[in-house]
Each structure stands twice: as structure tokens, then as C-alpha cells.
């Protein structure tokens, strides 16, 4: 007898990963090149726009290693069909270049040099290069993969009470969904732990792992206070404030409710994948353009993102679901909210039964189904800066 | 239920809707408070009486001190309620 195990339907990649998307994308591989892969992105209808804003080679330390994670990762995305490289670099767009034909990802490169360092040129080979790729990945096909292929990306922004009383308790159902069903799940703002994190250690699946959360909350309040940062007005930030968030202890405890209850298998650097199913937790900046750009290189196909008074930003590679259980948010921003949880704030709807309707929501965006942050065409993918540049 | 205390312990509730001076708001459990000021909707109500030092709690843990002498029923956010953390030593 065949056991029937969740699944959806997905598009499967020559690296074994599964994606949700098919997306033509165009990576800038260096800053140069953003407004011509902005001119190409938009001649291509549906492709999407990823650029690198940095020259790599002039990064140094956590910024070279972080930028060289991204950069290596975003191009062969679950969710990528074909990618189109453009950058003003030659070595460095060769170099990930081979790294995405070794993913056996559809793809082709082009820099400045190659187009006598005219962005001219280089729009319209680009332009060619993007179509034919766009044509031959619109031939791929969804078929049938696990659940346990996914990795879901969990995140906060303009949050207030209600964030912390339904949203991120809701979240933590899907987080522990997720992982019981043999996928993985990832929070990070690890700002966002101050007050929380004896709450995530002992959650802990191993005691380095509570050590290891212990010792990133340490180096996250450790620089605030070096820098002489008062964490009320920064974070919580002025927008938390006015909804009613008083402290960074009182946003923490709502923001770690998103990473739900199961044990939590270790801390990841910024844009690391989780190696293992599982709760995992992204030692990272918590301001939501960033932050979910470290789930996107981690390689989340899917992200849930919740809001106190309204957020529009999603990521432009992963699907966003948008959760908002404040009454007056959810009636003022209809076209942002994937799914209105006020019923449950109100006390006319379980938890259970929200629960319920977002994993259902959920599934059905894995397929195909849109969120309102695609078809309002959000999005963008910021890596994040730590130190100076040469 | 006009204010929900999350744990037992709490010494603050937050509202589920937005509260005038005067008006009485059902915490749940039978207990009540009368808000002495107005409050907006997810903001917090103190339930007890605190002195400047003490401990406010929310989800039956620290999420600060209170810097000023706060009343039951008064509104407590950052005019009199302080984050113990990332504060120099």
C-alpha cells in the first residue's frame, strides 16, 4: 500500500530543491549594473529583480562573508526558474556564474566588459538573454513534492500588542505545523530575543545551541550599548511605540511566540540554510527588508509575515503571506492582509480554527495561488552591511 | 472581556479595545479596573498600584520597571515604564 504523505505540488530543480515560484530572475551581481538589470527585469514581463548594491571585493570580514553566502545562494533559489547575471565585474560574475551551472541552473552571464562598457548594449543582449531563458523555463512543470522540501521564513514588522497576543502566536502554530510535518522553520531579529532569550534557550535542542542563542542576544545588546543606543525609539521603534509596545522586552516576548514550541536545533549566521529539519533561529538584524533577505538566501521558498498596523514589504523571491489580527489595521488595508486573524483578537474565532485557515493559505500559495504582495508587484531582496568598505 | 491579563501574575492588562476615562473594563475571571485616563485600543492598564523600580509584568515575565508612581487603571507605556535592557552597567 502506498502511504499517502503531505505534499503540493512544486517545481522540482536539477539540485534536488523544490520551489513554489518559477521565477526569470535578473541578479545584478554588482551595483553598476542595478538600473540595467532594472531596464531588463521590466521588459521581460513577470521576471524579477535582485540586485547587489556593493562591490564585492571591496567588502572585508562578516560583510565579504555574508555578501559571498547571498550571493551564491540567491541565484540558485528554490524558487528561481533562470537566471539572467549582469554585473561589472568579470572574474567575480564568472565565479558565480560556475557556481549556479554547477546548481544546474538555466542561466546566462553578461558583464559592462563584454558590451564595451556600454549599459546601452548591455540592456538589449540582456534583454535577449533574459527571453530566451524566460521561453525555456516557461516549458518546466509543477509536479508532486513534500512538504518536507520546505523552508518556511517567519517574521514581524510595525508590530504592536495585537502581534504578540494572536499574529505570532499564530505563526508559531505554522512554525510547529512545519516541523512536525518534516520541514524546516526559521525566525531571526535577534534584537528582537532581549528579554525572551531564556525562553529560546530552553528550548534549546542541545546545550550549545542555548549558549549559542545566549551568546548572540549578548553581542546584539553588548553593541547597543556600546554605541551608546537606547533600544526605545530604535526598537521599538517610534510606529511600535504608537501602537502601544513599551519595551524591547515586551516586543521580544511577542516576537519569539512566531518561532512556536518545538526545540530549537541551532543559531544560523545571516543567510545560512538550515542544515537539518527542524526550529531553527538567524542570528540577524531585525529590520524586515533584511531580515527576510536572510531567510531568502537560507533558501525559505515561503515566508509569513505578520503586522500590528500594516507592513507592505515582502520578499521578491519567496511568496509573503501578510497576517494582521488588529481590528482597525485589518479593515484599513484589505489588499495587504493575506489572511485577517481579527475574528480571533475579538474572541469570535479559535486560534485553532485561524490555524486552520492560514495553513490552508499557505499551501495553496506553495501551488501557486498569489499573495497580494505579488500582485501588487512588493518586493525587494537587501542584504545586509555590518562594517566599512576599502 | 475588555483587557486580557495574559498570566496570573501580571500586574498590567492589555485592551481589546480602546477605553475612556472613567469607563470600567472587564479583565475576565469576574475583575474588573475603572481606566483613570483614556487608553488606546493595545495599550496597557495597570492592575495594581507600583512604585518607581518595579517590576511590570506582561506574559508572566519583566518587560521593564516603572519610572513613576502608577495608579490602578492608569495607561503604562514609556512615559512612566522603562526597558531593563541594553542600558549601560
Redesign the interface.
Known sequence: MIRSEPSFQGYHRADGSIGVRNHMLVLSVGGLTIPTARRIAASIKGAVIVGFPYNAGSLLGEDRATWKRAMFAIPIHPNVGGVLLIGDNPPLTAEVAAHVEKAGRPHAALTLDDCGHDAVTLTERGMRAAARLAMRISFDKRAPAPLTALTLGLECGRS???S??VSNPLLGRMADRMVDAGGRAIIGETVEW???EH?LEKRAAAPDVAKAIHDAVRRR?ET??RN?????GNNPGPTN?A??L?????KA??NIAKSGSRPIQGVLAYGEAAPKPGCWVMDAPAYASESLTGFTAAHAQLMLFTT?VGNSFVSALAPTLKVSA?P?TCARVGEQLDLDASRV???TETPEAAADRLWQRLLEVAEGAATWGEILGEGDEVVARYGPAM | ?DA?R?SPDDNVA?L?RAAKRGERLDIGDGASVEAIEDI?????VALAALQPGDRIL??G????EATAPIRPGAH???HN?????????
Not at chain 1, 513599551?246 to 515586551?250: D, L
Open positions: 504592536d500588542p495585537s504578540g497576543l532581549l528579554g525572551a525562553l545588546e547597543a550599548i551608546g543606543l537606547d533600544l526605545t511605540i501602537a502601544g513599551s519595551s524591547i522586552e515586551e516576548l511577542g500590528g488588529n482597525e483578537f475579538l474572541g | 472581556m486580557i495574559l492589555t481589546l488606546p485600543l493595545c495599550h496597557k506582561k506574559y515575565e519583566t518587560i521593564g503604562v507605556h514609556v515604564l522603562k526597558s531593563l535592557r541594553a542600558r549601560a552597567r
